[in-house]
T-cell receptor
Framework: EAGVAQSPRYKIIEKRQSVAFWCNPI?????LYWYQQILGQGPKLLIQ????????DSQLPKDRFSAERLKGVDSTLKIQPAKLEDSAVYLC?????????????FGEGSRLTVL | EDKVVQSPLSLVVHEGDTVTLNCSYE??????LLWYKQEKKAPTFLFML????IEKKSGRLSSILDKKELFSILNITATQTGDSAVYLC???????????FGQGTILTVHP
């Protein structure tokens, strides 16, 4: 079974530039999550989709971050304009059902460095 | 706001030692607690706990949940260098299944 795919694996940009990350979840998984993991910290939920609807984006900095999940499959996370504090690993995860009733499967992450 | 605190933040042991990692939480409408192991890449699932007092076990790893005292422990016996990783605890506390993570415990096992 293919896992959660993410790209790019690494990205270096300068502050005020924009960046986009892509995620392809495990086939059939209805729930998709984007987490931000800053070095030395646990992952922090940015946004959660159930199919193509948003169920939680309370911690997404909406002035600069946006995410979409077209057709309830792939998802993209965009940052525009980037700030130094956005340097982190962006993890995408998916689950067959809502978390709490089943495990999350994580992709390998996209490491962003903002200079 | 849901909160998860792990301790210790880091731990250094020698191969063969037994370690206990702690996770305490404050959450509204608790549904489950999950443990993940994170090496250099993505977190990988270890256990999901929903009921108090029932131990989950997988090889040298085991975990138990105490819903009255709001904590969980993860035990690793006869540690090996391959156990070196960050261990993450997370709780689910809302009907939509939002997972809140702790900051992790960095475990280093020396040969």
């Amino acid at each position: 079974e293919a896992g959660v795919a993410q790209s790019p694996r690494y990205k270096i940009i300068e502050k005020r530039q924009s960046v986009a990350f892509w995620c392809n979840p495990i086939s059939g998984h209805a729930t998709l999550y984007w987490y931000q993991q800053i070095l030395g910290q646990g992952p922090k939920l940015l946004i959660q989709f159930q199919n193509n609807g948003v169920v939680d984006d309370s911690q997404l900095p909406k002035d600069r971050f946006s995410a979409e999940r077209l057709k309830g499959v792939d998802s993209t996370l965009k940052i525009q304009p980037a700030k130094l504090e956005d340097s982190a690993v962006y993890l995408c995860a998916s689950s067959l059902v809502r978390a709490g009733t089943g495990e999350l499967f994580f992709g390998e992450g996209s490491r962003l460095t903002v200079l | 706001e849901d909160k998860v605190v792990q301790s210790p933040l880091s731990l250094v042991v020698h191969e063969g030692d037994t370690v206990t990692l702690n996770c305490s939480y404050e959450v509204t409408n608790f549904r489950s607690l999950l443990w993940y192991k994170q090496e250099k890449k993505a977190p990988t699932f270890l256990f999901m706990l929903t009921s108090s007092g029932i131990e989950k076990k997988s090889g040298r790893l085991s975990s138990i949940l105490d819903k009255k005292e709001l904590f969980s422990i993860l035990n690793i016996t006869a540690t090996q260098t391959g156990d070196s990783a960050v261990y993450l605890c997370a709780v689910v506390g809302t009907s939509y299944g939002k997972l809140t993570f702790g900051q992790g415990t960095i475990l280093t096992v020396h040969p």
